[in-house]
């Protein structure tokens, strides 16, 4: 059915209708029509030279407009602009950075944290203007003029819009399919990742699933989550009955060498917190605990420093199993960077293994005794 829409579900006659009238019959039905880039709802959003950065043909039409030596904006200095920066800079771009909130990031990070990668970027070439409400874009010479309610306007050859994004729900309206109303929406699901109609199922951006932290309903419109997603529903539909523990809330990135990451509730403000930070190297540490456990994490540091790497991993590994810290947390509240020793002592690698959609760990297919080399 390549190229072809569903414009309709009917639950009860497990059916779908197509955009050219035509039905298809169903026995497991799954949702997964992901969401959309979502541009700031300011006059002049949608005119020449406005770029989105979601789609190929989107994506193909910035590398043509952004040149050596050309000014680029970006409106949003959240996540999904972020993984964009370095490609734009390494075509020799003019960047400058707009967000309506006080600081960069900040969905991902907190206001120390952001401080310190918005310093960083300074020493790279990129502006940021942060605190700054756009008001309109328009052509002024050629180029794009943005108008900022308190700040001087700004001239620049491409805007690229990275303002959020929107579940692509709408075409499920009278299916019978429970969707909530709470921010990012979503179509709500059990443990099983089925909706309200049992042989319906939803997965990735669209699937409002339980969080492994906290067991509220959450849309986390990541990658990895919709991986796995994709695993546990895949299971299920083939006959198997896997149950999906939730996903964990994580955002990581690399910005000029920069590694930049948060887990879990990393803003908790009922959580016992413990920062520690370099700023002259550009690091940053923030574990927050609850009881024993570390439900939340904020790293920050430089990707070629090789503890860096390693302990993204180590902290992400700690907050999605759950490790009991209790005999740990004086010392990471003293050495929050020195996650190593807690983590192997927590044996944390083998609480992860066997958390796969088999039930157990992963093994490598055995060669037949023909290619093996002797």
Aim: include cysteine; proline fraction near 4%; aromatic fraction near 6%.
């Amino acid at each position: 059915m390549i190229g072809r829409k569903v414009t309709q579900l009917h639950s009860a006659q497990r059916t779908l209708t197509l955009d050219d009238g035509a039905t298809v019959e169903y026995d497991d039905c799954l949702i997964a029509t992901g969401s959309r880039a979502a541009k700031a709802p300011v006059p002049g959003a949608d005119g020449p030279g406005v770029h989105s950065f979601w789609t190929l043909e989107e994506a193909r039409a910035v590398i043509a407009a952004v040149t050596p030596g050309s000014k680029v904006v970006m409106v949003g200095a959240g996540f999904i602009s972020f993984t964009i920066l370095n490609a734009i800079l390494s075509r020799g771009a003019q960047l400058t950075i707009v967000e309506v909130a006080p600081r960069i990031l900040p969905r991902m990070v907190d206001a120390a944290c952001a401080d310190i990668v918005s310093a960083w970027l300074i020493r790279h070439g990129v502006k940021i203007r942060a605190g700054a409400t756009l008001t309109k874009i328009e052509e002024a010479r050629g180029k794009r003029k943005l108008s900022f309610k308190q700040a001087d306007p700004i001239l620049a050859d491409v805007v690229i819009m990275a303002t959020g994004i929107r579940t692509n729900l709408e075409w499920l309206e009278g299916a019978g399919i429970e969707t909530s109303t709470g921010p990012g929406g979503g179509i709500v699901v059990d443990d099983h990742l089925r909706s309200n109609v049992k042989n319906v199922y939803a997965a990735g951006d669209v699937a409002r699933g339980r969080n492994l932290v906290t067991g509220d309903l959450e849309v986390h419109a990541i990658e990895p989550t919709a991986q796995e997603h994709g695993r546990v529903v895949g299971a299920n539909m083939a006959g198997r009955d896997v149950v999906y523990r939730g996903s964990l809330v994580m955002n990581i990135v690399e910005v000029c060498h920069l590694d930049v990451a948060s887990f879990g509730q990393w803003d908790d403000a009922s959580a016992e917190v413990y920062v520690g930070a370099r700023r002259d190297r550009s690091l940053y540490r923030k574990l927050l605990f609850q009881g024993s456990r570390l439900t939340g994490a904020i790293i920050c540091g430089p990707a070629a420093d090789i503890w860096t790497t390693n302990d993204v991993g180590m902290l992400k590994g700690l907050v999605y199993a759950g490790a009991d810290l209790s005999a740990w947390k004086a010392h990471l509240r003293a050495n929050p960077f020195d996650v190593k020793p807690a983590f192997l002592a927590t044996r944390t690698v083998s609480r992860l293994l066997p958390d796969t959609v088999l039930g157990r760990p992963s093994r490598s297919p055995e060669l037949p005794q023909s290619v093996m080399v002797k």
